[in-house]
């Protein structure tokens, strides 16, 4: 887990810095018709926060990894991020990811690698796995934060090198 950890808190860092970089007006123009503004990008991000950070909890103090879906799309419309302050979301992004990092950090090993052979991951995870198959708390984090720099690297240039 230290690999993710790090990579993690890289990401974290590196995406404040490139996202406070971003103007009020370019953070408010998408890249072609249909896409997501970089504020829509980073709000579904903060939904995906906010929604992993309910799994890696439940996921601690339950034995099963099955978990609530919710419609990105909509939860993006409903909150009319495109009309949040970029500041503002920049902030709110990057606290919240500290506070799951801190989370992450303090999930015991074993329970981060114990197999759940109930789960819905087939259809929640960014990076589906067969329902047939074990999964794992540290799967969960890894899938979260794989999705965290896929979506980032639509704004800004934010490798790990994984």
Known sequence: M???LT???HII???GEHLTAISEEQSM???ADGAWSAK???GHLIDSAANNHQRFVQAQLHDDL???PYDQDRWVEVQ???DEPWGFLVQLWGLYNLHLLHVIEGMDEDRLKEPRYEHNLDQLAWKPISRSQAATLEYVVRDYVGHLE???AQIIPIRTGR
Do not use: K
Request: aromatic share 12%; no cysteine; charged share 40%.
């Open 7 to 9: 990579d993690f808190r």
């Open 80 to 82: 009319r991020y495109r």
């Open 66 to 68: 099955l978990f609530r």
């Open 40 to 42: 829509e990008v980073l």
């Open 2 to 4: 230290d690999d993710i």
């Open 29 to 31: 123009t998408p890249p």
């Open 13 to 15: 860092d590196r995406a």
């Open 150 to 152: 896929h979506h980032l």
